[in-house]
């Protein structure tokens, strides 16, 4: 739609909504409670129920201690790249919201939270995304050649529908090795994703610790 045009609609449809609410205002003035003011209740009731059920995030201090500090970034929307090497292609379309961390060196987390339509396609989604990442290693090792790669799975958490704990190792074959653990969690019908990533091999992951934070990423949805 050319420039123009679309102004000339907006501005059509500018005009049609004042001319809508002016009519609108008049009922309401002609009886007192009107329909205006119960809209206007109803609509602050939706907005307030919609903020309150927005679910939260880590915050940097919730994250497995690390030498130099943690660095949280703001929440965003959209599914992270970060996450990409495992989930990418197994993801639903959801709209999903995600925060990144950092350290001064070369450990990184993010979170990745979604709220589907019922607990039913939440549990759907968490199984889902737990099949991903156990045949994460698998599908690494066959689409690149110069990598070996190791899955490990590390249990489930109690906490509200459930979490499990994963983890993965891959070496390249100029001799580059990064470990990374990987939490997916429910409440309900929200599920949340933690990964948390550096260089080093399972001996270099702070499992406990990630543990509490894969716990904790739960917990503090709502």
């Known amino acids: 739609m050319p420039i123009r045009t679309r102004v000339a609609a907006l501005a059509a449809l500018t005009a049609a909504a004042l001319a809508v609410g002016a009519a609108a205002t008049a009922q309401a003035g002609a009886a007192p ?37 943690w660095t949280a970034g703001p929440v965003t929307d959209g599914f992270p790249e970060q996450l990409a090497y495992c989930l990418g292609e197994g993801v639903p379309a959801y709209d999903y919201r995600h925060r990144l961390f950092h350290t001064e060196l070369d450990t990184s987390a993010v979170q990745v939270t979604v709220v ?14 737990n099949k991903e990442i156990r045949t994460c290693a698998a599908r690494l090792e066959r689409l690149y050649p110069e990598i070996e790669a190791e899955g490990r799975f590390f249990g489930t958490l109690p906490v509200e529908e459930g979490a499990t704990v994963h983890g993965l190792h891959t070496e390249t074959s100029y001799g580059a090795t990064d470990v990374n653990l990987l939490s997916v969690g429910r409440d309900g019908r929200t599920v949340t994703v933690v990964g948390w990533g550096q260089m080093g091999d399972f001996d270099d992951a702070p499992l406990a610790a990630f543990k509490k934070t894969a716990k904790k990423a739960v917990t503090k949805l709502y």
């Not at 059920?53 to 880590?58: E, G, S, T």
């Not at 339509?117 to 939440?122: E, L, P, Q």
């Open 116 to 129: 589907t339509g019922s607990a039913a396609k939440g549990k759907a989604l968490a199984d889902r995304l």
């Open 33 to 69: 409670g009107g329909t205006a003011q119960k809209n206007t209740s109803a609509q602050k009731n939706a907005s307030a129920q919609k903020k309150a059920a927005a679910p939260r995030f880590l915050a940097a201090s919730e994250l497995p201690p690390h030498p130099t500090g």
